[in-house]
C-alpha cells in the first residue's frame, strides 16, 4: 500500500473537526467484539448513544402520567412534532413554515402527489430520474393509473447516453423540449441511490417550471448528505425518510417540504386529518376543516412520539456538527476513497458516480464488471459493512459523522486484497 495514502488519513483524522462526533454513535461490532468498518450509512445510518435516553423519558412520563403527558411531559407530546421543525429547517436550507416530519416516505410521496399531480387530458406524464428506487416507480406508475392513464404511456425515465450512468441537464432539457407540454410533474431524486449521482436541483425546477410542469424531488439519499437550499432552489414540494443519513434508526419517519408559495394555497386538494386542521381551533372538535399554513396542513394524525425521538435526537446532533461541515468533510472523504482506487486501478470494477464533487454525495458505487456476490460476501467476512445492489453494484458511504479517512483507507486495502485474491 502506498504509505502517502497511509499518512494523508492519519493526518486527515487529526485535524477533522467532526472527530469527536464519531463517540456520540455505537458502532457495531463483530463477534470478537471488533469495531466493523460500517460505510452504509446510505441505507441505515447508526445509532447515536443518546438516544436510548432520550427515549426512555418519554416512556418513563407515559408511565408517570399517562394521558397528562401530552401537556405535562417533560418534552410535553402535543407539540413534540415542532420540537424537530427548526434544525430540521437548517438541515435542508428551508424556512420553518415549510417542513414538517409525518409518516413515512412513499405514504408522504403518495400525500404529495394527491395535491401536487393534477393530470388533465393535455398534460398528464411523469417524469422520473434513470433508475429511480422501486418504491418512487410503483408509487407514480399508481398515481396515473388512479387518475384513469395508463402508465405505460405516461411515466417517462430519463436514460442515460450508452456507455454512460450519469444524466446530463441538456438531456433533462431535451425531454422537456419535446415532452414539456404534455409532464404535469417531475419527480426527480436528489442523489440517484445507484448511481450515485446528485442532481441539480435548482436547474431542474427552473427548467421545469419554465415549461409548467410541477417540480418535486425525493431527498432519500441527499437529505443529511448535501447542503440543500430548498426555499431558494424551489421545488414545489420534497420529501425524505430519516433512516439514511439522517440516522433516525430503521423505518425512522419521513421529512416533508411544500414551498412556501404554496403555504397558504388552502384550495388545493389534499386529503385531510384533524393534524393539518387549524390547531388553534383543533381541539373545538369542529366540522369544517381550516388547514394550517405550511406544510402543517399535510398532517394526518397526532405524531407517534416514540419515532418522533430518534429523529429529534439526530436532527440536535447535526445541528451542532452542522450540516456545511459535514459536506466539506464528506467531499475530502469520497476525494480520499476515489484518489486511493484510481491509484489501485483495481480489476473487474468501474466507478459510476460521477467524479465532480458537486454531483455526488457521501455514496461511491462501484458496478462490477462480471458481477460476483462472492467479493461483497467476503468483504462482510473482513468485517466492512457496504451494501450490494443487484444487479452489479457495491455502494461505499463513508458519512462525515462518525466515519474516519481511515476506515477508507483500510477498506479499499482489503478491497483490493479480495479482488485480487
Ligand atoms: C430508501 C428509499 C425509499 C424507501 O421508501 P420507504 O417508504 O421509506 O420504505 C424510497 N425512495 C427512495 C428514493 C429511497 O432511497
Not at 137 to 159: M, T
Amino acid at each position: 500500500m502506498n504509505d502517502s495514502f497511509y499518512t494523508y488519513a492519519v493526518e486527515q483524522d487529526k485535524q477533522d473537526p467532526l472527530s469527536s462526533f464519531r463517540s456520540l454513535f455505537h458502532i457495531p461490532v463483530n463477534e470478537a467484539g471488533e469495531e466493523c468498518i460500517y460505510l452504509c450509512g446510505n441505507s441505515l445510518g447508526l445509532m447515536p448513544k443518546e438516544t436510548a435516553a432520550n427515549m426512555q423519558q418519554e416512556l418513563n412520563d407515559w408511565a408517570k402520567l399517562g394521558v397528562e403527558g401530552h401537556m405535562h411531559a417533560k418534552n410535553p407530546w402535543m407539540p413534540y412534532h415542532e420540537y424537530l421543525t427548526e434544525n430540521l429547517a437548517k438541515l435542508v436550507g428551508a424556512l420553518p413554515e415549510e417542513v414538517v416530519v409525518m409518516n413515512s416516505l412513499t405514504v408522504n410521496l403518495h400525500l404529495l402527489m394527491v395535491s401536487f399531480y393534477r393530470p388533465t387530458q393535455d398534460r398528464y406524464k411523469i417524469l422520473i430520474e434513470y433508475s429511480p428506487f422501486p418504491s418512487d416507480r410503483y408509487a407514480v406508475e399508481s398515481q396515473a393509473a388512479f387518475h384513469g392513464f395508463d402508465p405505460k404511456d405516461s411515466v417517462i425515465e430519463l436514460k442515460p447516453k450508452e456507455g454512460s450512468f450519469e444524466i446530463t441537464a441538456e438531456q433533462i432539457e431535451d425531454v422537456l423540449k419535446e415532452e414539456g407540454g404534455k409532464i404535469a410533474l417531475i419527480l426527480m431524486g436528489g442523489v440517484n441511490y445507484y448511481t450515485g449521482q446528485a442532481y441539480d436541483i435548482r436547474s431542474i425546477t427552473e427548467s421545469g417550471h419554465k415549461y409548467g410542469c410541477v417540480v418535486g424531488f425525493d431527498l432519500a439519499h441527499a437529505a443529511g448528505n448535501l447542503l440543500l437550499h430548498l426555499h431558494d432552489d424551489g421545488p414545489d414540494f420534497a420529501a425524505w425518510c430519516s433512516y439514511k443519513y439522517i440516522n433516525g434508526g430503521p423505518g425512522a419517519l419521513s421529512g416533508v417540504f411544500v414551498h412556501q408559495r404554496h403555504a397558504n394555497h388552502k384550495d388545493l386538494p389534499r386529503f385531510q386529518g384533524w393534524w393539518g386542521h387549524d390547531k388553534t381551533i383543533r381541539f373545538q372538535m369542529g366540522d369544517d376543516f381550516v388547514p394550517m399554513t405550511g406544510a402543517e396542513g399535510w398532517q394526518l394524525s397526532n405524531p407517534p412520539i416514540f419515532s418522533m425521538v430518534p429523529v429529534k435526537t439526530s436532527l440536535d446532533i447535526f445541528n451542532k456538527a452542522g450540516i456545511h461541515n459535514c459536506r466539506e468533510k464528506s467531499v475530502k472523504l469520497t476525494e480520499f476513497l476515489l484518489n486511493m482506487l484510481d491509484e489501485k486501478q483495481l480489476p473487474g470494477i468501474e466507478i459510476i458516480t460521477p467524479r465532480d464533487p458537486q454531483k455526488r454525495g457521501c455514496q461511491i458505487s462501484l458496478r462490477m464488471i462480471n458481477p460476483d456476490k462472492k467479493v461483497f460476501e467476503a468483504l462482510t467476512k473482513r468485517n466492512i459493512i457496504a451494501d450490494w445492489r443487484e444487479p452489479d453494484v457495491i455502494r461505499i458511504a463513508p458519512v462525515p459523522l462518525y466515519n474516519s479517512f481511515m476506515d477508507v483507507y483500510r477498506f479499499v486495502g482489503i478491497l483490493s486484497e479480495e479482488l485480487s485474491s
